[in-house]
């Protein structure tokens, strides 16, 4: 059974940064694609940021210039760094990892999340 697991999270004060881990378990197989989402209450979840195997990269309009996504193909691991924090980034934040294998078919994964809070 394949696993995301988040961590990083927490409070931080407005500007400054935080760096979320995501690791997985119980892949064969290399993700095609990995990135991060996130949702505030009451709002939709959003786009972050996502990274192909093949290093493309993707970002949400809200954190273009802000933050950076990594990751490491080889462990099926990705990183997020948050800088510039913002109250708007508050949120829960969500590992994905999505594609499909010949032979066997498509998959979309997600961690359990979590909280990023940007607060004075």
């Known amino acids: 059974q394949v696993q995301l697991i988040e961590s990083g999270g927490g409070l931080v004060q407005p500007g400054g940064s935080l760096r979320l881990s995501c690791i997985s378990s119980?892949?064969?197989?290399?993700?095609?694609?990995m990135g991060w989402y996130r949702q505030a209450p009451g709002k939709q979840r959003e786009l972050v940021a996502t990274?192909?195997?093949?290093?493309?990269?993707n970002y949400g309009d809200a954190v273009k210039g802000r933050f950076t996504i990594s990751r490491d193909s080889v462990k099926n691991t990705v990183y997020l760094q948050m800088n510039s924090l913002k109250p708007e980034d508050t949120a829960v934040y969500y590992c994905?990892?999505?594609?499909?294998?010949?032979?066997?078919?498509?998959?979309?994964?997600w961690g359990q999340g979590t909280q990023v809070t940007v607060s004075s």
């Open positions: 119980g892949s064969r197989f290399r993700f095609n694609v």
């Open positions: 994905n990892a999505v594609g499909s294998v010949a032979g066997w078919g498509s998959y979309d994964y």
């Open positions: 990274q192909t195997s093949g290093s493309g990269t």
